[in-house]
């Protein structure tokens, strides 16, 4: 079925085919019903929104800009973080500080480099551990730390329903279920003043319209991914899901509604999670020292015995 006489740029998976302009409405609506359904935005805020220049944060950031420019109290600050990831992270780098310049946004840029010592490629040649467990360890950290340093309210994040999707089914596989408790479009269990309270505005947005929102606003020209996603646990599972979408349509919008359903029962059984203060950072941690400084010690004593 299509929405009008103009040319279908998209099928959803409904099986409704829309037209560019009829699209670029379905999407931004949606994004604009998370946030008031999921309560993410305040009428006044001072947003982070974290970019990595890929094409999930380029579009959160949009339409984030889109949306202060109508209400001049919502403030947007980009935030990048550097890991050094060789031929990947320097190109997308590249697109974020563009995007950023034209539409004269705020970009603050932290590197793995300038903060720990070393670039994510360098630590990997150290340490024999999975490349997403370093790396997303220590952007959570980065991205925390520097969020409360800009004195940020939220911070937004492109995560997007195949995310989430891939998350959930992540952390049934491996029987974390606290670690689930901990998603949804609001993440975290507890309110404390150790997190920046991170949201996920493209939460009910799918990858394909992501994607394809992100072309037809000029925010993706090429397709960057980065070399260490094949070794993921993530890409197995994107996979598994992938197919399982293309056999039965609807299956992603289903695990995450679902999933939905029970999030405020799983978040009322966790609430009591304790959350510590690192004794060697002073950071948020879920022990005595924090997973960053783990790593952190891991690696200083690899280089001391090379
Ligand atoms: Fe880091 Fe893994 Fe993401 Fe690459 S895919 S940026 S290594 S978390
Ligand atoms: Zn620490």
Known sequence: MNCCNEKPIIELYSGEKLCKSHFIEYFENKVLKTIRQFDLIDKKENLG??????????????????LSKQNPKIKINAIAIDEGIQNYRDK?????????HKNNLELHIFSYKEEFGLKLDGMLKILNVKPCTICG????????????????????????LDDECQSILMNQLKNNIQASARLGPKVGLVHDEKFVQRIKPLYLCTEKEVTTYAF??????????????????????RDVLNDLENKFPGTKYSIVNSFLQTLP??????????????????????????????????????????
């Open 137 to 160: 360890i220590f952007r959570r950290y980065l991205l925390n730390k520097k969020s409360k340093d800009l004195k940020l309210t939220k911070l937004a994040t492109g995560h997007n």
């Open 49 to 66: 929104v974290a970019l990595s220049g890929g094409k999930d944060s380029l579009t959160v950031l949009y339409i984030l800009n889109k």
């Open 216 to 237: 037809v606003n000029g925010l993706l020209d090429e397709f960057n991914e980065c070399p260490n996603v094949p070794q993921s646990f993530r890409a197995q599972v």
């Open 92 to 100: 997308t780098l590249e697109k974020a500080k563009d995007f950023c």
């Open 265 to 306: 029962l799983l978040k009322q059984q966790f609430k009591d999670e304790v959350i510590k203060v690192c004794i060697k950072c002073s950071e948020s941690s879920a022990n005595d020292v924090c997973n960053a400084c783990i790593y952190l010690e891991k690696l200083r004593k690899s280089i001391e015995v090379i």
